[in-house]
């Protein structure tokens, strides 16, 4: 399906008008209307919102374009096993079995294979060619990918530590102090700023997953200071509410 009949369905099926769901969405009754006609698409902001509110996948919004995989089982995912953040919002680098409440749930990857062996063998798999197909892929998904770079657990708190003092040695007038990293879907952070010519541009990848947070800006009530890092670089940025206004404050490769 495409994106205008996936929202057409979606509202139908909730019983919602034009008018009721562009309320709930903070847009206008037309733009809901262009929606379902096929002449634009909702932005990624709205649809952060209405994968909450209809409680389906962006990629479902999409017409289902990526086939979804956990990146820490390898398990494919559909909406009902997709992990949510704590705010509600759905996170689509991983299952609800392997992520949830804003914590990954496995830190050694023995341990998980043990829990998965046990779910798969049957008439397809035996115990050992299940152990033996996770041992080939798990190392190749994007959690263990970091994993192996970073030693675990312990060493992947000690980077995030080390990005907090790296990010605090700025000294970004307005900011407060960081103390604090999560994980954060590339997707719902990936903000578009202006450049002086009057063109656009991303800084990051919508699939990947990065450390970052927010902080409320010290001298304007109205905007924010975003955060977002990895093992390359250190971006710092502010906005104003849902993102509005972006303004790129530090793109610094370490």
Same mark, same amino acid.
């Given at each position: 399906?495409?994106?205008?009949?996936?929202?057409?369905?979606?509202?139908?099926?909730?019983?919602?008008?034009?008018?009721?769901?562009?309320?709930? *969405?903070?847009?206008?009754?037309?733009?809901?209307?262009?929606?379902?006609?096929?002449?634009?698409? +909702?932005?990624?902001?709205?649809?952060?919102?209405?994968?909450?509110?209809?409680?389906?996948?962006?990629?479902? %919004?999409?017409?289902? +374009?990526?086939?979804?995989?956990?990146?820490?089982?390898?398990?494919?995912?559909?909406?009902?096993?997709?992990?949510?953040?704590?705010?509600?919002?759905?996170?689509?680098?991983?299952?609800?079995?392997?992520?949830?409440?804003?914590?990954?749930?496995?830190?050694?990857?023995?341990?998980?294979? /043990?829990?998965?062996?046990?779910?798969?063998?049957?008439?397809?798999?035996?115990?050992?060619?299940?152990?033996?197909?996770?041992?080939?892929?798990?190392?190749?998904?994007?959690?263990?990918?970091?994993?192996?770079?970073?030693?675990?657990? /312990?060493?992947?708190?000690?980077?995030?530590?080390?990005?907090?003092?790296?990010?605090? @040695? %700025?000294?970004?007038?307005?900011?407060?102090?960081?103390?604090?990293?999560?994980?954060?879907?590339?997707?719902?952070?990936?903000? /578009?700023?202006?450049?002086?010519?009057?063109?656009? *541009?991303?800084?990051?990848?919508?699939? @990947?997953?990065?450390?970052?947070?927010?902080?409320?800006?010290?001298?304007?009530?109205?905007?924010?200071?975003?955060?977002?890092?990895?093992?390359?670089?250190?971006?710092?940025?502010?906005?104003?509410?849902?993102? /509005?206004? +972006?303004?790129?404050?530090?793109?610094?490769?370490?």
């Amino acid at each position: 399906m495409d994106t205008k009949d996936v929202i057409l369905s979606l509202r139908t099926k909730m019983g919602l008008s034009q008018d009721e769901l562009a309320e709930k *969405v903070f847009v206008t009754r037309q733009a809901v209307s262009r929606w379902e006609n096929g002449e634009t698409t +909702p932005n990624t902001e709205t649809l952060k919102l209405l994968s909450k509110l209809f409680d389906v996948s962006i990629n479902t %919004l999409l017409g289902s +374009p990526r086939q979804l995989v956990c990146q820490c089982c390898g398990m494919p995912l559909e909406d009902a096993s997709i992990s949510k953040e704590q705010d509600g919002f759905f996170n689509e680098e991983y299952c609800k079995w392997c992520y949830a409440d804003g914590e990954y749930l496995y830190h050694n990857m023995d341990d998980l294979i /043990e829990v998965c062996v046990h779910n798969m063998v049957g008439e397809h798999f035996t115990s050992q060619q299940a152990r033996a197909y996770l041992e080939n892929l798990l190392p190749k998904l994007d959690y263990w990918k970091q994993y192996k770079y970073l030693g675990g657990a /312990e060493k992947f708190e000690e980077f995030k530590q080390t990005l907090i003092r790296e990010l605090n @040695a %700025l000294q970004i007038e307005g900011m407060p102090k960081v103390e604090k990293l999560n994980a954060l879907v590339g997707g719902y952070i990936n903000l /578009e700023y202006r450049l002086p010519n009057g063109s656009t *541009v991303k800084f990051l990848n919508d699939n @990947a997953t990065y450390l970052g947070t927010q902080l409320a800006c010290e001298f304007s009530q109205e905007r924010c200071f975003g955060i977002a890092a990895n093992m390359d670089f250190l971006l710092v940025c502010t906005y104003e509410a849902d993102g /509005e206004n +972006p303004e790129l404050v530090v793109y610094k490769k370490r």
